[in-house]
């Protein structure tokens, strides 16, 4: 049966979101929904939409996974001759947007990017699974290519260069990104949700404010 687009809805009611609740500091506050997320079983729940821009403006977003957060920032890992690596290297901003529905919860996180240094990119790097360690160096990512060929061709190759160790590819590391703006959202009945915004003062301190939903 066809259903009409513009008939799907789901009313939220699961939670609030009240200014007395809120912790001062937004990474203190995302720390909190981090670990109610983590224990609601959501499957991939380091899964964001990355959104960047070119200089002139264009957008572009896509879902990567974040691997790390502290009052720095926000972390995650990449081929820094992508798409978004291009577009962070002249537009060194970006968004991150968390959705979590089986809390009806959503997190916007705005600021500035920076790479992350070469001993943090390693050690994620070494972290990861064989075949991942491969992939980086593999893939050309984001480029135009005749065929999966390509890729399996690649693997072939790498896999036999590196027998005894696999080295993080030189155009491979971490983004961090350094908010400015964190918003957090809360879905509530008839779409009068909560949303709760964090703004970084000159001084460096944080500003709360409640938003119109």
């Known amino acids: 049966m066809n259903t009409n687009i513009a008939?799907?809805?789901?009313?939220?009611?699961?939670?609030?979101?009240?200014?007395?609740?809120?912790?001062?500091n937004p990474i203190e506050q995302f720390s909190r929904w981090w670990n109610d997320a983590m224990h609601s079983e959501i499957l991939e729940v380091?899964?964001?939409?990355?959104s960047t821009a070119t200089k002139d403006g264009r957008p572009s977003a896509r879902i990567v996974l974040l691997k790390g957060f502290d009052e720095n920032g926000f972390v995650f890992f990449t081929n820094?001759?992508?798409r978004k690596g291009n577009e962070l290297a002249e537009n060194p901003f970006a968004a991150l947007t968390f959705f979590w529905k089986e809390i009806e919860r959503q997190v916007r996180i705005e600021g500035t990017v920076e790479k992350t240094d070469a001993a943090e990119s390693d050690a994620y790097f070494f972290s990861r699974p064989q075949g991942s360690r491969?992939?980086?160096w593999a893939s050309p990512q984001s480029t135009v290519i005749k065929s999966r060929d390509v890729l399996e061709e690649n693997v072939a190759r790498y896999t036999g260069e590196f027998k005894n160790s696999i080295p993080r590819p030189p155009h491979w590391g971490?983004?961090?990104v350094m908010p400015l703006r964190i918003e957090f959202w809360q879905g509530r009945s008839s779409r009068l949700h909560d949303r709760i915004s964090y703004t970084k003062t000159d001084e460096g301190s944080w500003k709360a404010e409640r938003l119109a939903p």
């Open 80 to 82: 820094y001759n992508s």
């Open 46 to 50: 380091n899964a964001m939409t990355l």
């Open 134 to 136: 491969i992939g980086a």
């Open 7 to 24: 008939d799907i809805r789901k009313d939220y009611s699961l939670l609030a979101l009240n200014e007395d609740d809120i912790a001062t």
């Open 174 to 176: 971490g983004y961090r």
